[in-house]
């Protein structure tokens, strides 16, 4: 299946196959975004850099939600074309942009929420450089862990479909 990477449903498990590089991109479900900005305990006074951003939606929610401050940084150029339309379409680009960028070589120093839906090895591969932010920033990974960095908090979610959804909380040290 290749796809612009649209969805036509934000609530949908879908994966979709992008034009651009080829690797699949799997929408976050609504109710696994609400329980990522809560167990984070998101405010208007947090910076919120979501690594692998897609199609905008934990960055936008954030926004609308809470007034936080966003950037998503995704390597597929459809994907940040879409989020930054999101962005318009949600009356947010005052608070949000996404960035078409390497996770590895973009710099978030100033972040104080990290959110993650990568897989396991990016995971462990970002550690390094997530431990150089500021005491206190919390990172939140969707279904994956950090191999032995062993989270503060575990939640579990399951949507409608049945599905069942880890969220992971750290926070720097």
Known sequence: ???????SNA????????????????????????????VAK?????????????????????????????VGIDIDPVLVRMANKNAVD?????????????????DFCDATVVMLYLSPD????????????KPGTRVVSHNHDMGDWKPEQTRKVTTPGGVEHRVYLWRIP
């Open 11 to 38: 609530n949908e498990e879908i994966p979709v196959l992008t034009e651009s590089t080829g690797a699949p991109y799997l929408a976050t479900h609504q109710l696994v975004v609400d329980e990522m900005l809560s």
């Open 122 to 133: 990016l995971n462990v591969q970002l550690k390094p450089q997530l431990l150089k932010l």
């Open 42 to 70: 998101v405010n208007g006074d947090d910076i919120l850099y979501d690594l692998g951003s897609g199609d905008g939606r934990i960055p936008i929610t954030a926004a609308t939600r809470f007034g936080t401050k966003g």
């Open 90 to 106: 949600q009356k947010v680009t005052e608070k949000v942009k996404f960035v078409e960028a390497d996770i590895f070589k973009y």
């Open 1 to 7: 299946m290749r796809s612009s990477g649209t969805q």
